[in-house]
Nanobody, 128 residues
Framework: QVQPVEFGGGQVQAGGSLRLSCVASPPTFSLYSIAWFRQAPGEEREFVAAISREGSKRKYSESVKGRFTISRDNHENTVILQMNSLKPEDTAVYSC?????????????????????WGQGTQVTVSS
């Protein structure tokens, strides 16, 4: 069983950048696809980005494509979400989640119901 923990949230002005980290306990981290979701006040949780077990396949929501980049380092048990050109509408609690059972090289899911293990989340606030 893996327990994700998020780091790196904070407050930034529009146009700025933030880097979020999702760290999970070893030694089975590489067995999990990892995704980031976010939830703004009064809104439903929505998909942001996901990465396959070995890191070769990525999936992004249309709202962040071209601005956010997801990557992973299985030796460090870490997934990074680099967020550039941030907008006020990116303000939300960002959570990472892990999904077991995907074969290697499978494009990861963007459906939150597919993810088994969730972190507590980290707040990202973008001011205009």
């Amino acid at each position: 069983q893996v327990q994700p923990v998020e780091f790196g949230g904070g407050q930034v002005q529009a146009g700025g950048s933030l880097r979020l980290s999702c760290v999970a306990s070893p030694p089975t981290f590489s067995l999990y696809s990892i995704a980031w979701f976010r939830q703004a006040p009064g809104e439903e949780r929505e998909f942001v980005a996901a990465i396959s077990r070995e890191g070769s396949k990525r999936k992004y929501s249309e709202s962040v494509k071209g601005r956010f980049t997801i990557s992973r380092d299985n030796h460090e048990n870490t997934v990074i979400l680099q967020m550039n050109s941030l907008k006020p509408e990116d303000t939300a609690v960002y959570s990472c989640a892990a999904k077991a059972g995907d074969p290697l090289l499978q494009r990861p899911s963007g459906d939150l119901n597919d993810y088994d293990y969730w972190g507590q989340g980290t707040q990202v606030t973008v001011s205009s």
